[in-house]
Antibody, heavy 117, light 111 residues
Framework: QVQLVESGGGVVQPGRSLRLSCAAS????????MHWVRQAPGKGLEWVAL????????YYADSVKGRFTISRDSSKNTLSLQMNSLRPEDTAVYYC??????????WGQGTLVTVSS | QSALTQPASVSGSPGQSITISCTGT?????????VSWYQQHPGKAPKLLLY???NRPSGASNRFSGSKSGNTASLTISGLQAEDEADYYC???????????FGTGTKVTVL
């Protein structure tokens, strides 16, 4: 069955960096678009980034463009999110999600990132 | 890109039907049939209920149905059950540089 397991969250000071990972299993990883979606505590969902199935395109929300980088390691079936210049407003649970047409059909359990001094 | 507008809360009694609206603009909901709906229980990851306005993924309950008119999409839950008590979010593909936008979320309470 499809499984997505995020890791790498934690507490980080403003301006510092953090790298999240998402281990995928149960499906042909290279055949799917993959996303990162985040949810601030007590708030709604916010799309963060997309990695296209063939690796030719990456897209970012305006709120993270220039600071976050999405990548994929096909040999390890792993999706990553490198987050630089972190801000308090980046505090959220970060989910990786599989893309299906223009929806998100499977989600991981999420990893919490807290940006605080 | 602003979030899609949903009512903050909707309630109903067991067995009733309720409808949640999701209002966007000509740049998202009104321009694409790429609206999806998600259910999220407290402390859990969201779960896909519908995609492409009114298509159910494999295993999703047929008590959930969707529609769209102009810039507003809707989710209807029929035969409301206690387990339907959760937060619900809509999402749409957009023509902006932020490719996807979510709704503000609706808390469903089963009375």
């Amino acid at each position: 069955q499809v499984q997505l397991v995020e890791s790498g969250g934690g507490v980080v000071q403003p301006g510092r960096s953090l790298r999240l990972s998402c281990a995928a299993s149960g499906f042909s990883f290279n055949n799917y678009v993959m996303h990162w979606v985040r949810q601030a505590p007590g708030k709604g969902l916010e799309w963060v980034a997309l990695f296209s199935y063939d690796g030719s395109n990456k897209y970012y929300a305006d709120s993270v463009k220039g600071r976050f980088t999405i990548s994929r390691d096909s040999s390890k079936n792993t999706l990553s999110l490198q987050m630089n210049s972190l801000r308090p407003e980046d505090t959220a649970v970060y989910y990786c999600a599989r893309g299906m047409r223009s929806s998100f059909d499977y989600w991981g359990q999420g990893t919490l990132v807290t940006v605080s001094s | 890109q602003s979030a899609l507008t949903q009512p903050a809360s909707v309630s109903g009694s067991p067995g009733q039907s309720i409808t949640i609206s999701c209002t966007g603009t000509n740049s998202d909901v009104g321009n694409y049939n790429y609206v999806s709906w998600y259910q999220q229980h407290p402390g859990k990851a969201p779960k896909l209920l519908l995609y492409d306005v009114n298509n159910r993924p494999s295993g999703a309950s047929n008590r959930f149905s969707g529609s769209k008119s102009g810039n507003t999409a809707s989710l209807t839950i029929s035969g409301l059950q206690a387990e339907d008590e959760a937060d619900y979010y809509c999402s749409s593909y957009t023509s902006s540089t932020t490719l996807y936008v979510f709704g503000t979320g609706t808390k469903v309470t089963v009375l």
